[in-house]
């Protein structure tokens, strides 16, 4: 499978603890981000890596939140002291950017995140 | 108000049908457009994408945007069942906001045998 693979798949937690999701990316694909996606509504963006460098954050993305990309590869978005207001599905994307007209984000499955 | 506004629908419709599925946003430097379908529990999947105004077809598909009037749509020929999911209507501005995707809230579509 060459597509965008997360990890894990659900994720139940208690308030207050800290949990890390991973995103693999398409190989060769240079840009990733991370977008939220609560019930009924669209996916939000939190953050994107071109390569390694983590070029802008939303302003959803409390202190609590931290994202690495790592020599450009694959990326863990890390959320500390969660909180209930925190579940929702974390998606993963990726693109090869050449030019705006070929920055097609390609979608992981997602990460659901459930905060007890 | 949020940039990109969609009606959630649900919407259901007999398969055969013609769908049509719209959105409506509002921040003029937006230049690129897209539709994603996502199945229930998974990620959303790329169907059309498009740059300024214009039409662009691909199979049953048809996506239009009209930029005068910062409208987007959405026509799905001859519905299918498995055609039934959450829509999803996005666009970015370029330029420095390269890839930043504003989604709409989503239409629920269901076609039914």
């Known amino acids: 499978d060459t597509g965008v693979s997360q990890d894990p798949r659900h994720k139940i937690t208690k308030r207050g603890q800290n949990v890390t999701f991973r995103c693999d990316p398409i190989?060769?694909?240079?840009?990733l981000y991370w977008y939220r996606q609560t019930l009924g509504q669209g996916p939000e963006f939190l953050t994107y890596f071109q390569n390694e460098a983590q070029l802008e954050k939303s302003r959803l993305l409390s202190d609590r939140f931290s994202a690495e990309r790592p020599k450009g590869s694959f990326s863990t978005l890390e959320i500390q002291r969660t909180e209930q207001g925190d579940s929702a599905m974390y998606l993963c994307?990726?693109?090869?950017?050449?030019?705006?007209?070929?920055?097609?984000?390609?979608f992981g499955p997602g990460t659901r995140l459930t905060v007890l | 108000q949020k940039e990109v506004e969609q009606d959630p629908g649900p919407l259901s419709v007999p398969e055969g049908a013609i769908v049509s599925l719209n959105c409506t946003y509002s921040n003029s430097a937006f230049q690129y457009f897209m539709w994603y379908r996502q199945y229930s529990r998974k990620g959303p999947e790329l169907l059309m994408y498009?740059?300024?105004?214009g039409n662009k077809e691909d199979g049953r598909f048809t996506a239009q945007v009209d930029k005068s009037s910062k409208y987007i749509s959405l026509f799905i020929r001859d519905s299918q069942p498995s055609d039934s999911a959450t829509y999803l209507c996005a666009a970015f501005a370029g330029g420095t906001s390269y890839g930043k995707l504003t989604f709409g809230q989503g239409t629920i579509l269901t076609v039914h045998p």
């Open positions: 498009t740059y300024s105004s």
């Open positions: 190989s060769e694909h240079n840009r």
């Open positions: 994307a990726s693109s090869l950017l050449l030019a705006a007209s070929t920055d097609t984000q390609y």
